[in-house]
């Protein structure tokens, strides 16, 4: 079976600050690993994700991840925050074919960046 | 392009009423999930299907739940009978063909489901 863990409910950070929201995970076999946003009453979307290859991933909205296979973590990250970067944010993993693709979700993250 | 439809975007209901969520997938996926979103348990996978097949229903809570893909184009999750902590969001969710199983999964807006 596979996990991730989001270990801070929130996170706050000053607008133009960089931002880490935190992420580790527990899977056997090779991860799949998502960044997924969610604002007030919508429902998520997708920020990145890592299959295979550079461990650094970059998506959306100038949103980066770093891969650490030996920590186990994956660390969706920003240089410079900005107010509208105020959301949940969701870890997720897929075991790949051994689960049939299945995502897993973290408990969510709330980044509150003020002015 | 539309996105993900689900309807209704709001359901109240009573205690033993049944629920019928509606979701029709974007044109050209052929994996659709649904999700259940609540503060005590954050967002859990109930069910999803692979070109309108069940492929792991384990996240469905107990068999007053149960899910529907007749077409391509259309799923349904009924709640018979409704209780009052199966109030949540109900989110749907789609993926592209050719993605592997591992693509970008296209949220819908959800359905908040109030059972009082």
């Known amino acids: 079976a596979q996990s991730v863990a989001q270990p801070e409910d929130q996170v706050n950070v000053a607008e133009g600050n960089p931002l880490t929201v935190k992420c580790t995970y527990s899977?056997?076999?090779?991860?799949?690993l998502f960044w997924y946003v969610q604002y007030p009453n919508r429902g998520l979307q997708f920020l990145l994700k890592y299959i295979t290859g550079d461990n650094l991933v970059k998506g959306s909205y100038g949103f980066e991840a770093e891969f650490n296979k030996s920590q186990t973590s994956f660390h969706l990250k920003k240089p410079s925050a900005l107010v509208s970067d105020s959301a949940l944010y969701f870890c997720?993993?897929?075991?790949?074919?051994?689960?049939?693709?299945?995502?897993?979700f973290g408990k969510g993250t709330s980044l509150l960046v003020t002015p | 392009d539309a996105g993900v439809i689900q309807s209704p975007r709001h359901e109240v209901t009573e205690m033993g009423q049944e629920v019928t969520l509606r979701c029709k997938p974007i044109?050209?996926?052929?994996?659709l999930f649904w999700y259940r979103q609540t503060m005590m348990r954050g967002l859990e996978l109930l069910i999803y299907?692979?070109?309108?097949?069940?492929?792991?229903d384990s996240g469905m809570p107990e068999d007053r739940f149960s899910a529907k893909m007749p077409n391509a184009s259309f799923s349904t999750l009924k709640i018979q009978p409704s209780e009052p902590r199966d109030s949540a969001v109900y989110f749907c969710?789609?993926?592209?063909?050719?993605?592997?199983?591992?693509?970008?999964?296209?949220f819908g807006p959800g359905t908040r489901l109030t059972v009082t």
């Open positions: 997720a993993v897929s075991g790949g074919s051994n689960s049939g693709y299945a995502l897993n």
């Open positions: 044109s050209g996926h052929n994996s």
């Open positions: 969710a789609s993926t592209p063909r050719g993605t592997g199983g591992l693509g970008e999964q296209y």
């Open positions: 899977v056997s076999g090779n991860p799949y």
């Open positions: 299907f692979n070109n309108n097949v069940p492929i792991d």
